[in-house]
């Protein structure tokens, strides 16, 4: 029988997971599974209808992926009149043309289209469906009853049943009855089979996909189209992309999976045939990189080496997108991984509270597993990703934190990127139906619209507001770009002053600096994680005489932006600062201790040191470096002239001035210079009074709360250096700015800070305020 198979154009949110143009793999299979049966089978595909790539708005948020509508019907007339004899034309459905949300896809218009075109032919609409993206079940009958011009639809995976289906269509034989399908009675009523078919065993019984019924240089065209237009997630470089199922479904059953919906068992393809279908398709199309878009390729630990070895032995790059089984990794893997031309490494944690992962989630993982990945990983030099889901159902706002401590620990350890989602109930799936049994969704689930799934929370629970998710999760995606795109490299050198406080890493340093070859390695680490950005700190940059070495080496790797945090007094020396600048440093952070000079030399331990330092920044910024920022101290000997100490800072033009609170091994904290909290808010508020750019760091984030954004985050770097001498108070757990925030400083040193009994009142106040309002 004549066989057409349609890929219809779908609606595409500007924000969305998963692969559109890799959504019509289920189609591609089943038409070379019917054409292996002799059936001539015909493809018109709405994504590679036109040489190039078509995406164009659709509406706000949402663009129009593939050819029009009207094009596809046309196109799929002309195909037909070329095929004599009866036909049944079969449209594809996919996780980005949901059944449930009839308004916001292009099914609905391609159906009317096609029967418009095609009045005599069976028209069906097909799941297709062969694992690796998200499945939504739906009402066939309601379905059937809003696109009147479909005769059938068939649920779930279509090789089990769509070879009878085709044979009774060909034979004129009645259609009821068949697993998984909804069909036109004569009476005008619609049949249903719920019943599930016996899912295919073997999978190696299977052809491989019909790539050849696309024009396939067309094809690849299209998808280098979609790789620049950030269409296929993490993939920037136009290769010769092709996606391929080397397994289906997965034995695991998370609340949160669509896997769950069909229930599906865990099968895979033999080695030997991903090998001979992988020569294949580099053999015949080209292609240059495999896409395995498996559920969970390495379910079989020994079958998933053995793919390892024999891709590798093939020579053909491949990327498993979906990532992998954490526990199922080991080290002899990831160099397999790596030896075969994979770019990255991808495992679920989902939480890092090890209890909402046993209990809510059902993920039957332990998180020492993921620790011990991102170890092995980090010494074989191949990128690791872990996905995290926040905001589940059941989730206290501790526990959302527990998992961005672990994802920001595991970042810094081990330079395990986090990928971080908040938690969206899918239909079919147990968190779905708790959602709706408990009244959890902010909306009736299919109001709410599908562009806003991946943007917005759409849950309201006891524990959390859906904007508090969201707003947690940013801040924490914050910290982590500040952490990969900012390298913090300690230099090793002392410092000739002797200030109350400064950036200098207070108490003796190591008489050796490190040598050029070991800030080399830790250069290159950051750089392997990503950073562009270098910061050269430690003690005073300047005392080191290889400074221009150390900064030509930066640049040298790569690094997009260097900046030296300094006293400024050696910039004085012209040659001294042109030779920086010719090396690479483009910016300063740079003191400002006092108003006057007096107050500044008297911080600083040294006199002269404001004539020097004005001096020096003003000869750095003769040289060409631009990006200045300010670091003013805060201590009982320039308190009051904190106004005058950001107006100096103002002459410099500064990008921003950033008031710092002295640590405990300061000068300052050592003889009795630091002014207790309750004393200086209101000089704090008179210096953040004087302009917009002035902040100030290392404090806890909620100690002004009437002065929203006045306190800014300190940076990674810092943050990771006062760790040990802050704490987050238990009432902190609950915060929504948590990740961000390190804390005041710890208890023993609280009768200097006198922060403690603050931050319990502030958060206390806010949690009543956030109860009366609910």
């Known amino acids: 029988m004549n066989v057409v198979f349609v890929n219809p154009p779908i609606r595409l949110p500007e924000v969305f997971a998963h692969y559109p143009l890799f959504s019509s793999l289920g189609m591609l299979s089943n038409a070379a599974w019917l054409r292996n049966q002799g059936h001539e089978v015909r493809v018109v595909d709405a994504f590679t209808f036109h040489p190039g790539l078509r995406l164009r708005p659709d509406g706000a948020k949402v663009r129009h992926l593939g050819a029009e509508v009207q094009e596809v019907a046309d196109e799929t007339a002309r195909v037909r009149a070329s095929m004599p004899g009866p036909a049944v034309v079969i449209v594809g459905l996919t996780m980005f043309s ?71 269509l060909e034979r004129q034989e009645p259609l009821a009855g068949l697993p998984r399908l909804a069909c036109r009675e004569r009476d005008g009523g619609i049949s249903w089979n719920p019943e599930a078919p016996e899912p295919m065993r073997d999978l190696d019984e299977l052809p491989p996909p019909a790539f050849d019924l696309l024009d396939m240089e067309r094809y690849f065209g299209v998808m280098a189209d979609a790789v620049a237009a950030d269409l296929v997630h993490e993939y920037h470089v136009p290769e010769r992309l092709m996606p391929l199922m080397t397994s289906r479904s997965c034995p695991y059953r998370c609340n949160f999976c669509t896997n769950q919906v069909l229930e599906l068992p865990w099968r895979a393809h033999s080695v ?28 079989d ?93 059941g989730e206290t706002k501790a526990q959302i934190n527990k998992t961005l401590e672990f994802a920001t620990m595991l970042f810094e350890l081990h330079g395990a990127w986090p990928l971080l989602q908040h938690a969206i109930p899918f239909p079919g799936t147990r968190m779905f139906r708790d959602c709706e049994a408990r009244g959890l969704f902010v909306a009736p689930p299919f109001e709410i619209p599908g562009e806003l799934l991946e943007v917005q929370s759409i849950l309201r629970t006891p524990e959390f507001e859906p904007g508090e998710v969201i707003r947690m999760k940013r801040n924490a995606q914050h ?21 109350e406080a400064c950036h200098c890493i207070p108490g003796p340093r190591d008489a050796t600096p490190p040598s050029l070859d070991l800030l080399r390695t830790s250069l290159e680490r950051s750089r392997f994680l990503g950073a562009v950005e270098l910061l050269l700190g430690g003690g005073e940059p300047t005392l080191r005489e290889d400074l221009p070495e150390v900064v030509a080496l930066g640049k040298e790797l790569g690094f997009q932006r ?55 920044v003003s000869r750095a910024q003769k040289e060409g470096i631009r990006r200045i920022d300010v670091s003013i101290p805060v201590t009982r000997t320039n308190i009051d002239e904190l106004p005058a100490a950001v107006g100096v800072a103002l002459r410099m033009n500064p990008a921003a001035i950033h008031l710092a609170y002295p640590e405990p ?110």
């Open 98 to 168: 949901e059944m449930n949300r009839l308004r916001e896809n292009l099914v609905p218009q391609t159906a009317r289209a096609l029967r418009d075109r095609l009045p005599d032919d069976s028209l069906g609409l097909a799941d297709l469906y062969v694992c690796g993206m998200n499945y939504f079940p739906f009402d066939p009958a309601r379905v059937m009853g809003a696109i009147r011009e479909c005769d059938w639809i068939l649920v779930g995976e279509g090789e089990p049943t769509l070879p009878e289906l085709v044979r009774r």
């Open 272 to 299: 030997g045939y991903v090998r001979a279908l992988a020569r294949e398709l580099r053999s015949r199309w080209g292609a240059e990189r495999l896409l395995f878009l498996d559920d969970n390729i390495n379910v």
């Open 301 to 393: 630990a020994e079958r998933f080496r053995a793919l390892t070895q024999a891709m590798a032995e093939e020579g053909i790059a491949w990327d498993a997108v979906n990532g992998y089984r954490a526990d199922r990794l080991d080290r002899e893997t990831v160099r397999a991984i790596k030896a075969a031309g994979n770019t990255k490494i991808t495992v679920s944690a989902e939480s890092g509270d090890p209890e909402l992962l046993r209990e809510v989630i059902g993920k039957g993982l332990k998180l020492s597993a993921v620790v011990e990945l991102a170890r092995v990983c980090e010494e074989e030099r191949i990128p690791l990703q872990v996905h995290y889901i926040v905001g589940v159902p």
């Open 479 to 499: 910290l982590h770009a500040a952490m990969q795109s900012l390298a913090y490299l300690d230099l090793g050198t002392g410092c000739e002053l002797d200030a």
């Open 562 to 616: 260097i900046t030296v945090i300094t006293h400024a007094h050696a910039l004085a020396d012209a040659a001294l600062t042109r030779r920086l600048v010719e090396a690479g440093v483009n910016g300063l952070v740079v003191e400002v201790m006092g108003g006057s000079a007096a107050v500044h030399d008297a911080v600083a331990g040294r006199k002269g040191a404001f004539a020097r330092m004005i001096a020096g």
């Open 665 to 774: 091994a300061s000068r300052a904290a050592r003889q009795g210079k630091v002014v207790p909290w309750a004393e200086a808010k209101d000089r704090v508020a008179g210096a953040l009074d004087v302009s917009r750019r002035v902040s100030v760091q290392g404090i806890p984030l909620c100690l002004l709360p009437d002065r929203p954004g006045a306190i800014t985050p300190s940076p990674p770097w810092l943050m990771q250096r006062l760790r040990r001498e802050k704490a987050k108070l238990p009432v902190c757990r609950d915060c929504v700015g948590f990740i961000l925030c390190g804390g005041p400083f710890r208890e023993e040193h609280d009768r200097v800070y006198g922060m403690h009994g603050e931050v319990r009142v502030l958060v206390r106040r806010s949690a009543s305020r956030q109860d009366s309002s609910a």
